[in-house]
């Protein structure tokens, strides 16, 4: 079976200050893809980015950037320069490519970013 | 184009009635997954169809949940008998392609049993 744990339950910092948020997963696969999603207070689920098991390039795209590093079963993603509209529920995810598993997301339990102005 | 609709966004219930949950995917979408979310948790499976077909129904807590898609697109979500423990957010995602595409979410329904 698969599991996503986000250990930091909650993290509050002030505007500007850089953020990582953790994410380590277990699986026996060597297949498969990992996603991170905002959940704003506004309740939807919003995609930020896919990542599949073979990729470990980190990305970047504006402030946000994303560090896979397969050795630790890592996929942690940071925001430089954090702001107020930051703020929301951060979940990481996994996905199967094979096997009766594939195509289900397995989620973390999230991790609550609170930007102060 | 438009994202994946849920209706209704909120729905109130009374203990014993039965709930039809409507998902109405991304149009083109092959795949259709219905997941739910306890408060303070991470979504959690519950099945998923390719086309009309249900691939995986695994995640489905007990026989009162059932979901169909009987025409490829459009999916319905149904509770029988609700109980209390059944109070969540219940989310749709759809995917272009089967097993190995991105879930875009719904706006989910949040449903309260009293």
């Known amino acids: 079976a698969q599991k996503v744990t986000q250990a930091q339950t909650e993290i509050s910092v002030v505007e500007k200050e850089d953020v990582t948020l953790d994410c380590v997963y277990e699986t026996r696969d060597t297949t498969y893809y990992l996603f991170w999603y905002k959940q704003p207070p506004s309740g939807e689920l919003v995609f930020l980015i896919r990542?599949?098991?073979?990729?470990?390039q980190n990305e970047i795209s504006g402030r946000y950037s994303w560090n896979f590093q397969k050795s630790t079963s890592s996929f942690n993603f940071t925001i430089t320069a954090s702001q107020v509209v930051d703020s929301a529920v951060y979940f990481c995810?996994?996905?199967?490519?094979?096997?009766?598993?594939?195509?289900?997301?397995?989620f973390g339990q999230g991790t609550i970013l609170t930007v102060h102005p | 184009g438009a994202g994946v609709s849920q209706s209704p966004r909120y729905k109130v219930t009374k203990r014993g009635q039965d709930v039809a949950l409507r998902c109405d995917p991304i149009s083109g979408h092959v795949s259709l997954y219905w997941y739910r979310q306890a408060l303070g948790q991470g979504p959690e499976f519950l099945t998923y169809f390719n086309y009309e077909a249900q691939q995986d129904k695994s995640g489905l807590p007990n026989d009162r949940f059932s979901a169909e898609r009987p025409e490829g697109s459009i999916s319905t979500l149904t509770i029988q008998r609700t109980e209390q423990r059944d109070s969540a957010m219940y989310r749709c995602?759809?995917?272009?392609?089967?097993?190995?595409?991105?879930?875009?979410f719904g706006p989910g329904t949040r449903l309260t049993v009293l």
């Open positions: 995810a996994l996905s199967l490519a094979g096997g009766t598993s594939y195509g289900k997301l397995t």
């Open positions: 995602a759809s995917s272009l392609n089967p097993n190995t595409d991105t879930q875009y």
């Open positions: 990542r599949n098991s073979f990729d470990e």
